[in-house]
């Protein structure tokens, strides 16, 4: 089955700090991949919309400048957390598209910032 | 817009009990409709699917119906094990649309 890995699992860092983490499916191609934030107990926030090649698409709220999410290949989407604050402590999960339309999850990052 | 509720949890069984997690929606066209699984510190895995009307999606043990006329696709196990602790969420995915909008979420809690 379709597999997507995420790197780092887990990070701490310091407040003004940035992070970058990556989102990779590792046995198909994915034009498309999603940016998901997970607050304790709650349902999947999707932050954005990656596509290869282009500028992400980001959902009403999310701030561009400061989760910077570049698509540079078809296995590879990365976010970008820049000048962190501990608001911004979540667990974040990636997800990417087969050509059918069908999204795979990888298994998260969670993010503290101390 | 589209929406998806389903039951609050937590929903609190013995092992062999039977599960059912209500999940309704709201949708415009024909939405295909999703059943994931979170096991804790984890990301989601797909549990089943069914992309039409009276499509039932099964897999480890789990069902679930497409029901158009009462818009529901409600999550059932006919016997559940403590492994089966973990949360559960609904999904839609419009048809023509990439997104997946999701329930809250469901936590299953099973005791031996």
């Known amino acids: 089955g379709a597999v997507v890995s995420q790197h780092p699992s887990r990070v701490i860092c310091k407040s003004g700090t940035s992070v970058k983490i990556e989102c990779r499916s590792l046995?198909?191609?994915?034009?498309?991949m999603f940016w998901y934030r997970q607050f304790p107990k709650q349902s999947l926030m999707l932050m954005a919309t990656?596509?290869?090649?282009?500028?992400?698409?980001?959902e009403q709220g999310v701030e561009k400048d400061k989760f910077l999410i570049n698509h540079a290949s078809l296995t590879l989407s990365t976010l970008t957390v820049t000048s962190a604050h501990p608001e911004d402590s979540s667990f974040y999960i990636c997800s990417a598209e087969t050509e059918t339309y069908e999204q795979y999850f990888g298994p998260g990052t969670r993010l503290t910032v101390t | 817009g589209d929406s998806v509720t389903q039951m609050e949890g937590p929903v609190t069984l013995s092992e062999e009990a039977f599960l059912t997690i209500n999940c309704t929606y709201t949708?415009?066209?024909?939405?295909?409709l999703f059943w994931y699984v979170q096991y804790p510190g984890e990301g989601l895995q797909l549990l089943l699917k069914?992309?039409?009307?009276?499509d039932k999606g099964s897999n480890k043990g789990f069902e679930a119906t497409y029901r158009k006329e009462t818009t529901s696709f409600h999550l059932e196990k006919g016997s559940v094990q403590v492994s089966d602790s973990a949360v559960y969420f609904c999904a839609l995915q419009n048809s023509g649309y990439s997104t997946l909008t999701f329930g809250k979420g469901t936590m299953l809690l099973v005791s031996p």
């Open positions: 990656s596509n290869e090649g282009s500028k992400a698409t980001y």
């Open positions: 069914a992309t039409k009307a009276d």
């Open positions: 949708a415009t066209g024909y939405p295909s």
């Open positions: 046995d198909f191609q994915a034009t498309t």
